[in-house]
C-alpha cells in the first residue's frame, strides 16, 4: 500500500514536472517570435531596416524582407551602391553609410520618406545625397522605389 502511494505521488509529481516543461518551451518560443517579428507597421522603421541592410550591410536577403512584394524601381539604388563598392575596390578605402532623420508623407496605403544618406570613407571624405523612398502597405509597409533628389 505504500509502495502504492509513492509511486502514485511521484507519477504526479513527473506529470506536473512535464507540463511546467512544455508551459515553459510554449512560453520561450512565444516570446522569441515576438522577438524576432519583422516590424512595418511604420513606413520610417522599413526604411531604415532597409538601409541598414541593402547600403550599410549589403545583405539583400535581408533587404527583400522590406522590399514590395511585386516589381520596383531600384535602378538609382542599386547604381548608388555599386560606385561604393567600386570605390572602395580601386582606392582600398572603407566606406561606411549613414542617414539623419527620416521625414514620412503617407496617403492611405501610399507613403515617402525622405532622408539625407551620407557615405564616410576612412581617409575622411565625406558626400551626403537626399533621397526619397516610395512605399506602400502590403500586409504592413515595404519600400518599391529609391530614388535619389540632389
Known amino acids: 500500500m505504500r509502495n502504492r502511494r509513492l509511486r502514485l505521488?511521484?507519477?504526479?509529481?513527473?506529470?506536473?514536472?512535464?507540463?511546467?516543461?512544455?508551459?515553459?518551451?510554449?512560453?520561450?518560443?512565444?516570446?522569441?517570435?515576438?522577438?524576432?517579428?519583422?516590424?512595418?507597421?511604420?513606413?520610417?522603421?522599413?526604411?531604415?531596416?532597409?538601409?541598414?541592410?541593402?547600403?550599410?550591410?549589403?545583405?539583400?536577403?535581408?533587404?527583400?524582407?522590406?522590399?514590395?512584394?511585386?516589381?520596383?524601381?531600384?535602378?538609382?539604388?542599386?547604381?548608388?551602391?555599386?560606385?561604393m563598392v567600386a570605390v572602395e575596390r580601386d582606392h582600398t578605402v572603407g566606406i561606411r553609410v549613414s542617414w539623419g532623420s527620416l521625414a514620412v508623407a503617407t496617403d492611405g496605403d501610399k507613403g515617402t520618406v525622405t532622408t539625407e544618406v551620407t557615405r564616410t570613407a576612412t581617409d575622411s571624405a565625406r558626400l551626403s545625397d537626399t533621397w526619397r523612398f516610395g512605399l506602400v502597405d502590403q500586409d504592413g509597409w515595404r519600400v518599391c522605389s529609391a530614388t535619389m533628389v540632389s
Not at 505521488?9 to 515576438?34: K, P, R, T
Not at 532597409?50 to 527583400?64: E, Q, S
Open 9 to 83: 505521488w511521484l507519477a504526479m509529481a513527473a506529470g506536473i514536472l512535464v507540463l511546467l516543461c512544455l508551459g515553459g518551451v510554449g512560453v520561450g518560443i512565444s516570446l522569441y517570435d515576438e522577438a524576432t517579428k519583422i516590424d512595418r507597421s511604420k513606413p520610417d522603421a522599413v526604411v531604415d531596416n532597409f538601409l541598414g541592410a541593402y547600403l550599410a550591410n549589403r545583405d539583400d536577403k535581408a533587404a527583400d524582407l522590406y522590399r514590395c512584394t511585386s516589381g520596383g524601381d531600384f535602378d538609382d539604388l542599386e547604381a548608388f551602391r555599386q560606385s
